[in-house]
């Protein structure tokens, strides 16, 4: 699709939980992009945030993250995802390690 003249592909997903896109485009209109963005959105207050406030809005909505909530040192239960294990599932994929001993 088109984005202000740009080719982009838009994707209607958030890491955050709120309504949002991700945008992937050509690097090297990341500037010009960025500025029609700024310039489309200014009239709604439209602004830069940081990874902190990314990061907060994502455990607020119970999102967890590769690296922090799940990694290869928790198994599924630690990383509180013990609703969607099945370990009875005789075709279960995480059967294998990650579970031995830790079935609850």
């Known amino acids: ?10 994707t209607r997903i958030s890491y955050t939980g709120e309504l949002g896109w991700e945008i992937h485009h050509d690097r090297k209109d990341t ?3 960025y500025q029609k963005i700024l ?11 940081g990874a902190f406030a990314t ?14 909530e799940m ?4 198994n599924p239960y630690e990383a ?3 609703p969607f294990v099945k370990p ?5 994929v995480c059967r294998s390690g990650g579970l031995q001993g830790n079935v609850k």
Request: proline share 0%.
């Open 88 to 92: 009875n599932k005789k075709d279960e």
């Open 31 to 33: 500037g010009a992009l």
């Open 71 to 74: 990694n290869l040192d928790k």
């Open 1 to 10: 699709m088109k984005l202000a003249g740009f080719d982009v592909q838009a």
């Open 80 to 82: 509180g995802l013990g």
């Open 39 to 49: 310039e489309a959105g200014a009239e709604f207050g439209i602004g830069d945030y």
């Open 55 to 68: 990061n907060s809005l994502r455990l607020e909505k119970g999102f967890r993250g590769w690296g922090s």
